[in-house]
Nanobody, 127 residues
Framework: QVQLVESGGGLVQPGGSLRLSCSASGLPRDDYAIYWFRQAPGKEREGISCIDSSGEKTVYTDSMKGRLSISRGNAKNTVYLQMNNLEPEDTAVYYC????????????????????WGRGTQVTVPS
């Protein structure tokens, strides 16, 4: 059974940092890319970053570029998303997804059916 578990969310003051983790288990192959999304209340789910199975290719959304860093752990089944200089507008539930597709782009979940999803972790940045 495939499981993706996000962790590391919480309450952080403006300008602060968080490191989110996505731990994957049960993936049937070792060639899955990991995608990070976020969804704020009343808004669509937005892709913010992704990393390929090797850890060599990464993509960042323009809206957060310069504030994000994605990486794979040594065991490759954990992906980290370092978020810096957080703003109240970053308040959202953050999700990771796994998919074998790699397109150097993050398609909206409304347009592309990502294969596996985690349940999300809440990030709150008060104003």
């Amino acid at each position: 059974q495939v499981q993706l578990v996000e962790s590391g969310g919480g309450l952080v003051q403006p300008g602060g940092s968080l490191r989110l983790s996505c731990s994957a288990s049960g993936l049937p192959r070792d060639d899955y890319a990991i995608y990070w999304f976020r969804q704020a209340p009343g808004k669509e789910r937005e892709g913010i970053s992704c990393i390929d199975s090797s850890g060599e290719k990464t993509v960042y959304t323009d809206s957060m570029k310069g504030r994000l860093s994605i990486s794979r752990g040594n065991a490759k089944n954990t992906v980290y998303l370092q978020m810096n200089n957080l703003e109240p507008e970053d308040t959202a539930v953050y999700y990771c997804a796994a998919d074998r597709g790699w397109y150097d782009y993050i398609y909206s979940p409304a347009l592309y059916d990502y294969q596996y999803w985690g349940r999300g972790t809440q990030v709150t940045v008060p104003s």
